[in-house]
Nanobody, 126 residues
Framework: QVQLVEFGGRWVQTGGSLNLSCAASTRTFGALSVGWFRQAPGKDREFVAAINWSGGMTYYSDSVKGRFTISRENAKNTVYLQMNVLNAEDTAVYFC???????????????????WGQGTQVTVSS
């Protein structure tokens, strides 16, 4: 089974930036599509961003588009989430998820992903 571990979550001031990383333990990382999801207390987990196996296709929720950037570095088995212009609504536990998805999969849907990390806390405040 693929193991995923998130790093980089911390407190950050409103308007600041933060970079999260997701490290995967697998021999087939290059075939995995990876997504980022987040969950705030009392709220459902929601889609944030995703990237396909090649890195050629990326997807973002409307709330983060233009502020967040997802990327991958296959040589390091790592996916990144660069978050800029952070606000209080970005406060949540951020989860990395992965699956072997086809091009016709719904990259924004949680049900598509069968491997999940434990999450990393991001807190944004003034």
């Amino acid at each position: 089974q693929v193991q995923l571990v998130e790093f980089g979550g911390r407190w950050v001031q409103t308007g600041g930036s933060l970079n999260l990383s997701c490290a995967a333990s697998t021999r087939t990382f290059g075939a995995l599509s990876v997504g980022w999801f987040r969950q705030a207390p009392g709220k459902d987990r929601e889609f944030v961003a995703a990237i396909n196996w090649s890195g050629g296709m990326t997807y973002y929720s409307d709330s983060v588009k233009g502020r967040f950037t997802i990327s991958r570095e296959n040589a390091k088995n790592t996916v990144y989430l660069q978050m800029n212009v952070l606000n209080a609504e970005d406060t949540a536990v951020y989860f990395c998820a992965a699956a072997y998805l086809s091009a016709r999969a719904d990259f924004r849907a949680q049900y598509e992903y069968n491997y999940w990390g434990q999450g990393t806390q991001v807190t944004v405040s003034s």
